[in-house]
T-cell receptor, first 109, second 119 residues
Framework: GENVEQHPSTLSVQEGDSAVIKCTYS??????FPWYKQELGKGPQLIIDIRSNVGEKKDQRIAVTLNKTAKHFSLHITETQPEDSAVYFC????????FGAGTTVTVRA | EAGVAQSPRYKIIEKRQSVAFWCNPI?????LYWYQQILGQGPKLLIQ????????DSQLPKDRFSAERLKGVDSTLKIQPAKLEDSAVYLC?????????????????FGSGTRLTVV
């Protein structure tokens, strides 16, 4: 499947601070970039997505940016809260989802 | 709407035994996926169904894994015989595009998964 590299693998932030997760990909034909959040014991849940004709998308405290030229996209979480603690996955959708390795985010109270 | 249902939630078996997982997708979703998620990794696609036909099973270890989706609704994934390296969470997901076709822009809805431990 499509190769997606995700960094960092773990991220610890103080409550209220921002968290940023970055992903890079190799297939320039990729056009859709979703982000999933996975809580313990649950399946991944779609939290935000972006299409290739858009450079940035926001939804309350989360935002995603896309740089197609550089082939990378990022997830930004602002004003982090304890409930943001989870594993986050970037993915590409080329008629099937290819996931990054995941980032474990811990928000310290 | 009801989510993707999976059962059982947990299963422990000995190596060389067989096991089956069941998935009921969201009503009306034509596309169903089985993913394998090994601890600490992202989910990896095993097989993709469009209605009751297989679209992609290139990553399915066919010597031991099999899957079916009778009548284009529920699906079962079977492992026989199981190996230690099959220990993982098996996730089922469904999605729906226009006219029931695979849609590049459709989000997937995942079930909670079945955690398999092979000892």
């Amino acid at each position: 499947g499509e190769n997606v590299e995700q960094h960092p693998s773990t991220l610890s932030v103080q409550e209220g601070d921002s968290a940023v997760i970055k992903c890079t990909y190799s297939d320039s034909a990729s056009n859709y970039f979703p982000w999933y959040k996975q809580e313990l014991g649950k399946g991944p849940q779609l939290i935000i997505d972006i299409r290739s004709n858009v450079g940035e998308k926001k939804d309350q405290r989360i935002a995603v940016t896309l740089n197609k030229t550089a082939k990378h996209f990022s997830l930004h979480i602002t004003e982090t809260q304890p409930e943001d603690s989870a594993v986050y996955f970037c993915a590409l959708n080329d008629y099937k989802l290819s996931f990054g390795a995941g980032t474990t985010v811990t928000v310290r109270a | 709407e009801a989510g993707v249902a999976q059962s059982p939630r947990y299963k422990i078996i000995e190596k060389r035994q067989s096991v089956a997982f069941w998935c009921n997708p969201i009503s009306g979703h034509a596309t169903l996926y089985w993913y394998q998620q090994i601890l600490g990794q992202g989910p990896k696609l095993l097989i993709q169904f469009q209605n009751n036909g297989v679209v992609d099973d290139s990553q399915l270890p066919k010597d031991r894994f099999s899957a079916e989706r009778l009548k284009g609704v529920d699906s079962t994934l079977k492992i026989q015989p199981a190996k230690l390296e099959d220990s993982a969470v098996y996730l089922c997901a469904s999605s729906s595009g226009p006219n029931g076709r695979v849609d590049l822009w459709s989000g997937y809805t995942f079930g909670s998964g079945t955690r398999l431990t092979v000892v």
